[in-house]
């Protein structure tokens, strides 16, 4: 490779990196399928370090040139599907070794394909009305919950603030589910309302983001995993404080 494909092909894999974070693939696998790829392209040496928010590469040429670049990760969360896609794209790779040209055609041609809504909030509704029932609701605390969820989708995916700051946006949907939760019990459409906050509380819990701050120190990232648990305990507790909020300011309203 000349100097110009090489800085192509390291900015390549490491968009591959970029993509594999903000799926939420563990750091050591990140810097793991970047290794792999560089080394499958025959250069002598590769150094990764990635982090949360960002992931640097060296590689060293036949011509022991290094070359060195950077990604910035804005945004991560939990895409598993996407996770496995990215994998099996690695692999692939790996194997066959495509040209430069054809490596940055198939990783920048590819487009995430986007879910039915209609599917995802039904997701959203199962989940909240099944964890409502499940701990000592009614059917009728389901469908409440269920209602809220709804809520609690649009929030997801037409709130902007959630792009700006997951704790804030947490907080702020928590408060707003937490006051839809009070009113509809008020006016008859569910029973105890602390079930059906309990049905929609499920859905905001940091689990895979506490199971993988967990997993990332077990695996020596300890700057990573430290970062992954503050922002699950900071998460955790903007949950407890926004629906606290909602009972301070309707409980006695409704």
């Known amino acids: 490779m000349n100097h110009k494909e090489c800085d192509t092909f390291l900015a390549t894999v490491l968009e591959i990196g970029r993509r594999l974070v903000e799926s939420g693939a563990e750091i050591h696998r990140v810097e793991d399928t970047v290794y792999r790829i560089c080394t499958a392209y025959g250069f002598e040496s590769c150094e990764v370090y990635a982090v949360t928010g960002m992931i640097v590469a060296t590689i060293k040429g036949?011509?022991?040139?290094?070359?060195?670049?950077?990604?910035?990760?804005?945004?991560?969360?939990?895409?598993?599907?996407?996770?496995?896609?990215?994998?099996?794209?690695?692999?692939?790779?790996?194997?066959?070794?495509?040209s430069v040209a054809e490596l940055e055609?198939?990783?920048?041609?590819?487009?995430?394909?986007?879910?039915?809504?209609?599917?995802?909030?039904?997701?959203?509704?199962?989940?909240?009305?099944?964890?409502?029932?499940?701990?000592?609701?009614?059917?009728?605390?389901?469908?409440?919950?269920?209602?809220?969820?709804?809520?609690?989708?649009?929030?997801?995916?037409?709130?902007?603030?959630?792009?700006?700051?997951?704790?804030?946006?947490?907080?702020?949907?928590?408060?707003?589910?937490?006051?839809l939760a009070l009113v509809f019990v008020h006016f008859g459409f569910g029973t105890h309302v602390d079930k059906v906050m309990i049905g929609d509380i499920m859905?905001?819990?940091?689990?895979?983001?506490?199971?993988?701050?967990?997993?990332?120190?077990?695996?020596?990232?300890?700057?990573?995993?430290l970062y992954r648990l503050i922002e699950a305990v900071l998460v955790a507790v903007s949950i407890a404080f926004g629906f606290a909020l909602s009972f301070y300011v309707l409980g006695g309203a409704v």
């Not at 709130?159 to 937490?178: E, P, Q, W």
């Not at 859905?203 to 995993?225: H, Q, W, Y």
């Open 62 to 98: 036949k011509d022991d040139f290094h070359y060195t670049q950077s990604v910035r990760v804005i945004s991560y969360g939990t895409d598993l599907g996407r996770l496995e896609e990215l994998n099996a794209l690695s692999r692939q790779i790996c194997k066959e070794t495509p």
């Open 203 to 225: 859905l905001f819990i940091p689990g895979l983001l506490l199971v993988s701050a967990v997993k990332e120190m077990f695996n020596r990232d300890i700057v990573t995993g």
């Open 105 to 179: 055609n198939i990783v920048y041609s590819y487009k995430k394909p986007k879910p039915k809504p209609i599917i995802k909030c039904l997701g959203y509704m199962l989940a909240a009305g099944a964890f409502a029932v499940f701990f000592g609701g009614s059917w009728f605390d389901g469908v409440a919950s269920a209602a809220v969820a709804i809520a609690i989708y649009l929030m997801d995916y037409n709130f902007h603030l959630k792009r700006v700051n997951n704790v804030i946006y947490t907080f702020v949907a928590s408060f707003v589910s937490g006051c």
